[in-house]
């Protein structure tokens, strides 16, 4: 175990922790919501079976934390077990954590080229596409209706490289480009209250800004045409190693807020398969790509909302899809495995305070 070293992460409110591995020392540290919270801005994380089967990471959420999405379980696949049948289980516990914790509740996402559900091929063709997609988000959002903070409703439908702009998703296929159109008018209709948010990756880190452009072309299009999206979700995907083009970033949210969106983080959290096998080293290098890019990105007062894909290093994504080559486990999340604060835990916080 490494000797204690500090981590002046000079981060506002003058957090510090010691590096040792062991429990974070912040002085008056308070959570990443209640930071949030004071600067106008909500945070939160995406949950799943964990909070059910760990208490104190259930406590731990509910302590950070002023919204939570369901990392999967709200995904058609997954609420959808036959073509007539949905099951909304583990849903509808995840909202009660929220709900009984006083906790806001993302919806994520309705339509998207993945998770989609395994009869999906069998049964959708072009003759009811359109059928299919409107009761799917009529079915989903009702349910919710009233109690959701923002839906992801249309998920990475942007690529750059097809002339109008969108991927050849299957929707883009079956029903035509105007099924974004048709998702977010119909989302709007089944909940008017809730926030209607696209949400793509590859928006931040991009070293063009072919995606970016294509994506304002989008949005520029829906609001033209009076379509009911509220906001701009960015996925936030982001790795050690990976430069910063503070100039682009500023500009394209600059854009983006000049529509009259709101800006959310909706996935953040940083791969460090590229970071060194030392984990004081590797703690710092997560830690500096949240605090740069996340503090870049609190610089535009529409950024309204920061989320993180995941709590603590219990359980990321990136351990099943981007595993150090080493083998290592890894350590890409504010709070380590055995729920203890990390340095990026800091740097959020003082991105949080800016
Ligand atoms: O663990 C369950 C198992 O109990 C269940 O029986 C089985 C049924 O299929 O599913 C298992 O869950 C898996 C889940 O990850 C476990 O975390 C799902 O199979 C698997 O598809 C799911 O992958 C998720 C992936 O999206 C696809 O939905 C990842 O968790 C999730 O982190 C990832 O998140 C995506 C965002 O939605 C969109 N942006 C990119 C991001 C990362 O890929």
Redesign the pocket.
């Known amino acids: 175990m490494l000797g204690a070293s500090l981590y002046a992460g000079a981060v506002a409110g003058g957090y510090v922790v010691a590096l040792d591995h062991g429990p974070a020392v912040e002085e008056g540290s308070g959570s990443l919501a209640g930071i949030a919270r004071k600067h106008g801005r909500v945070f939160g994380t995406a949950v799943?079976p964990l909070i059910e089967t760990s208490p104190d990471y259930g406590r731990l959420v509910t302590a950070e934390c002023g919204v939570v999405v369901p990392?999967?379980e709200l995904?058609w696949?997954?609420v959808a077990p036959t073509p007539a049948t949905y099951d909304f289980a583990a849903v509808d516990r995840r909202l009660a954590f929220a709900e009984s914790n006083g906790l806001g509740f993302r919806g994520?996402?309705l339509v998207w080229h993945?998770?989609l559900p395994r009869w999906f091929d069998e049964i959708v063709g072009t003759d009811n596409a359109a059928a299919c997609l409107t009761a799917h988000i009529r079915t989903v959002v009702g349910r919710y209706a009233g109690r959701i903070h923002s839906w992801d409703v249309v998920?990475?439908a942007v690529d750059p490289a097809e002339p109008d702009g969108l991927r050849r998703t299957p929707w883009r296929r079956l029903i035509g480009p105007d099924y974004v159109r048709l998702a977010y008018e119909t989302a709007a209709a089944a909940d008017p209250r809730a926030k209607l948010v696209y949400n793509d990756?590859g928006l931040v880190v991009s070293a063009t800004d072919a995606k970016r452009d294509a994506t304002l072309r989008l949005l520029e299009r829906l609001l033209a045409r009076g379509v009911p999206v509220h906001a701009l979700g960015l996925?936030c995907?982001l790795q050690v190693g990976t430069r910063l083009d503070e100039a682009r970033v500023r500009r394209f949210c600059a854009d983006i807020a000049g529509l009259g969106l709101e800006i959310m983080v909706t996935?953040l959290d940083v791969a460090d398969r590229r970071a060194p096998a030392d984990i004081d080293a590797r703690d710092g290098a997560v830690a500096e790509v949240y605090r740069t890019f996340l503090g870049c990105l609190l610089e535009q007062p529409a950024t309204s909302t920061v989320l993180t894909?995941g709590l603590s290093d219990i359980h990321s994504?990136l351990q099943t899809?981007q595993p150090r080559a080493d083998g290592l486990p890894c350590r890409v999340l504010p709070y380590d495995q055995r729920l203890r604060r990390k340095p990026a835990w800091n740097a959020i916080a003082g991105a949080l305070a800016l």
Do not use: D, I, P
């Open positions: 799943g990392e999967y995904k696949r997954h994520h996402t993945e998770a998920n990475e990756y996925q995907h996935e894909w994504w899809y």
